[in-house]
């Protein structure tokens, strides 16, 4: 067997997948770099023995060395090995897994930066966490050290302090990747972690920012920068693994990465890595990604690893908004007020004009949708101020350009504020706050005037935002295959205001931007009692159910389009974990509770039973009482035709409707200062309303109510049905499909380059796929004969087949540029769903090789391309959904 055929073997027993690929053939996030391996030391053995047994084998190259309590092992190159690379020696190897490329949580929309320095003076989303109250009371994060593993960091914004270097705000750092084409090309490494996207800048001043008028989560905070992307879009697995076992070694007590793709297992390398972390006392908190679209379980990579907090991103009520000075003049005298404003464009430069609505009925639902009257007033050199609704802005605009308006404000009715636009640059158009245009309005039609100069301002106003304190649609949904729960927890994350690079500030919106906030509360607790060095082991545990407890419910919504429409549920868990993180009973309760996941998994795996252990670490008795605050049930089952997949998307879901389980709840204990309890919660699967075959899921919280006036939480979640029976296909209609050549099933395996006579299989999955097998049996081999593991030589088992590593990146195999031998072996495991334009495919060509690094030879064969069913027994024929193929004709060239 050679030496990638070997490695790839350890990797499918860790449990990995293969290649994935999007629609047009281009290589998905994340991508296996399957030449590459990371590479896990086994216990009992030496890591220098160890590399000197890959450095013995031809072709293969030792990358890196990884040293550490929590990973000891290397990362290989085996781009050159030979097809007779023995590997017998190779024993000391625990596991391996192919390297992915891993990209940034992609942005749901553009940012929006601001090229002066703007800093916010009465923008702040702390009011919604509790950290102005945390503020208040004297808690900045002072002491508390956190990595941040992103873009780099631009260091000399002067809200980051300016520098890097010992006793300032970006302490250390490191960069991974240099500052060229990774990963297109050789990594650079050095020790400058300058910032060249602007993403971790954002990120930074999230969690540490600080200026006369901005203050972030830990303004008082430790940063540690760590690079892990150049100005291209991707990373690998084995630099994420670095970076975090160096923040590891450089005594970080939080680790956080706005970083992740479509994954939806919890078993990849950097998530382990990133739970052994957690293990070892360091609080971790990764993006739940940005994939809401494609609806329910679609979760991320890294995050995806157990106590890892996975953060999902909440609309906040406050948005950054350009400031702008109105004059009020009365009968009672004048007054001066400060109003904020969302330009359609460019920001504004009038120094002073009159406004004039277009109407004085500050409820007016049409208001400039008809022509105006012939004497309505010149404003060549005055601003009008029209009410927004009733009809299109470029209608507003047309009929008010006709008396020469220039500058057009819409004040918003009760909708979410927008940045306007039309497409006429006839004139300018702003948008401002509903409260603020009404008042306007009433001064000018109690006889009053109103004059307003825009000019530049270095700093930015918070403005109410309607559409606020709800999920943003693009915050990825969970759980994860097996049913886990995931996200974990939700932060602010839709336009958010933060530093960006050159000194500049802007707006953006992500997990990216809630993944930092979670952090950063994190910090404030470190600050104020300690970390890992304090509390030990289990503080990473311990801090991962703190922080998630702390979470409260949030209005069920699915969508950002106005008007904002309430369900009168609270939104689900796979949507948002436990909800708004709230820093005061993450840093202030007493009340402390210990459990393992209320995953409740499908009906055929219910989990009924859930123990919570309670502990009053006040200084007085408290009673603690108990409730069940389910959430809105859904059904994910997509009828419509031609569908993508099987899960409706987000937009498909509809509206929510009663979904509760029955849950047994214990009598109110109480606890006397320093005590613990344990409680049971016995759990029934829901009865009403359930309709197996639409695949309904139910959600919701345990809450825990103490006497003390402290109120905390426990997410559960399940779905209503079976797994197994209601997906008993993994293909959809129409998949797999196969080419080669003419199309047939015979092949010689001919691979010059105009024969093409080897098969290519396209398949796609309607849920996550823990195994896939391309196995090949003798002629006339039937379902019946089914073993697993299947052995070579019994019952028909010739072999599995191998799969050319690079797939898909070009049309057709071409043994004059690509190695026939560079190919990994099935089963693969690990498998996400497939979704058109994320991952809308897998791609596997069969050159020939089986599994144990022989050649197919001549002769008929039956083949047996099967994806195990969710849930399902690999032992049992049935549980497996399997293509039906035709017999197979090979005929090899001489």
Not at 171 to 188: C, I, K, L, T, W
Not at 405 to 427: C, E, L, M, V
């Amino acid at each position: 067997m050679s030496t990638r055929l070997f490695l790839w073997a350890l990797a499918l027993q860790s449990g990995v997948s293969a290649l994935r690929r999007r629609d047009d053939g281009t290589a998905e996030d994340p991508e296996p770099a399957v030449h590459k391996f990371l590479v896990e030391l086994a216990p009992g053995n030496n890591i220098d023995g160890l590399k000197k047994q890959v450095e013995d084998l031809a072709g293969v190259v030792v990358l890196k060395t990884f040293e550490s309590e929590i990973f000891t092992g290397l990362s290989v190159d085996t781009s050159n090995a030979t097809a007779d690379t023995p590997v017998d020696s190779l024993r000391a190897a625990r596991h391996a897994w192919p390297m992915r490329t891993i990209k940034r949580a992609n942005l749901p929309n553009a940012e929006r930066v601001f090229d002066d320095d703007l800093s916010a003076k009465n923008y702040s989303l702390h009011r919604y966490t509790g950290v102005d109250k945390l503020h208040a009371a004297g808690h900045f994060g002072k002491g508390a050290v956190i990595a941040v593993i992103d873009t780099g960091i631009d260091y000399n914004h002067p809200a980051l302090g300016g520098g890097i270097g010992p006793g300032l705000k970006i302490a250390a750092g490191h960069d991974f990747v240099g500052d060229e084409d990774f990963p297109n090309g050789p990594r650079q490494p050095d020790d400058d972690p300058m910032d060249q996207r602007g993403h971790g800048t954002h990120v930074a001043g999230i969690i540490a920012g600080k200026s006369d008028s901005f203050v972030g989560v830990a303004p008082e905070a430790t940063l540690l920068a760590y690079k892990v992307f150049t100005s291209l879009d991707g990373t690998d697995e084995e630099t994420l693994i670095e970076s975090f076992l160096m923040a590891y070694e450089a005594g970080a007590d939080i680790i956080t990465a706005s970083i992740g793709g479509p994954y939806g297992f919890s078993d990849g390398a950097w998530a382990m890595v990133a739970s052994r972390i957690v293990d070892e006392g360091v609080i971790v908190t990764i993006a739940a990604s940005n994939d809401g679209w494609v609806g329910p379980f679609f979760a991320s990579s890294g995050s995806s690893g157990k106590n890892v907090v996975a953060v999902a991103s909440i609309e906040p009520s406050t948005i950054a908004a350009e400031p702008f000075s109105v004059n009020i003049t009365q009968e009672a005298g004048s007054k001066s007020v400060e109003f904020g404003y969302v330009p359609g464009e460019s920001s504004w430069e009038v120094p002073d004009q009159a406004i004039i609505p277009t109407s004085t009925n500050s409820s007016a639902e049409n208001d400039a949708c008809e022509p105006l009257p012939a004497d309505f007033p010149d404003l060549t050199n005055a601003i009008a101020l029209i009410r927004r609704g009733g009809c299109d802005f470029i209608v507003k605009q047309a009929n008010i350009e006709k008396f020469g308006a220039k500058h057009i404000i819409f004040y918003n009715d009760d909708r979410q504020i927008i940045s306007p636009w039309t497409g006429s640059a006839a004139s300018k158009i702003a948008m401002i706050e509903a409260e603020a245009g009404k008042a306007i309005v009433d001064a000018v039609k109690a006889g009053g005037t109103a004059r307003a100069s825009f000019t530049h301002k270095s700093h930015r106003v918070g403005i109410y935002n309607a559409a606020g304190g709800r999920p943003n649609e693009f915050t990825s949904w969970g759980g994860l295959y097996d049913l886990q729960i995931k996200p974990d927890v939700a932060a602010p994350g839709g336009n958010i205001y933060s530093t960006e690079m050159n000194g500049s500030w802007g707006v953006r919106s992500g997990t990216s931007m809630a993944t930092p906030y979670v952090a950063g509360i994190a910090a404030l607790y470190v600050g104020r009692y300690g970390g890992r060095s304090v509390h030990g082991k289990t503080f990473g545990r311990d801090m991962f159910k703190r922080i998630v407890t702390s979470g409260a419910a949030v209005p069920w919504s699915i969508s950002d389009i106005p008007p904002v429409q309430d369900y009168g549920y609270f939104a689900p868990v796979p949507q948002i974990g436990s909800g708004m993180v709230d820093a005061v009973k993450v840093l202030e309760y007493t009340t402390v509770l210990e459990y393992e996941n209320f995953g409740l998994n499908d009906t055929a795996n219910f989990r009924p039973d859930h123990d919570l252990t309670i502990t009053n670490n006040g200084d007085e008795e408290v009673k603690y009482t108990f409730a069940v605050q389910p959430a809105g049930g859904f059904e994910m089952y997509e009828h419509n035709f031609p569908r993508d997949s099987i899960i409706k998307s987000l937009q498909n879901l509809g509206a929510p409707f009663t979904l509760e389980p029955e849950v047994a709840l214990p009598e109110a204990v109480t606890l006397a200062p320093g005590e613990s309890k344990t409680v049971r919660f016995t759990f029934t699967l829901p009865s009403e309303n359930v309709r197996p075959g639409e695949m309904p899921v139910y959600s919701g919280k345990i809450l825990v109510t103490g006497s003390n006036a402290e109120a905390l939480s426990v997410p559960y979640f399940g779905v209503a049905f079976s797994l197994l029976e209601q997906i008993p296909r993994q293909f959809p209609d129409g998949s797999p499909s196969i080419s080669s050549g003419g199309n047939s099933f015979g092949w010689s395996f001919d691979l010059s380059k105009n024969a093409r006579s080897y098969p290519t299989i396209y398949a796609t999955f309607e849920w996550g796929v823990t195994e896939l097998r391309w196995d090949i049996f003798e002629s006339g081999w039937t379902e019946d004969q089914w073993q697993y593991p299947p052995v070579v030589g019994e019952k028909g088992y010739i072999g599995s087949a191998t799969s050319y590593i690079e797939a898909g990146k070009e049309w057709q195999f071409d043994p004059a540029t690509m190695d026939a031998n560079a190919t990994y072996p099935f089963p693969v495991r690990s498998l996400g769903r497939t979704y058109p334009f994320i991952v809308g495919y897998y791609e596997f060509w069969w050159l020939g090789g089986l599994a144990d690094g022989s050649q197919i030879p001549s002769g008929n064969y039956t083949m047996r391309f099967a994806a195990l069913l969710p849930f399902g027994d690999p032992s049992k024929a049935s549980h497996w959904d399997v293509w039906d193929t035709p017999p197979v004709l090979v005929t090899r060239e001489v």
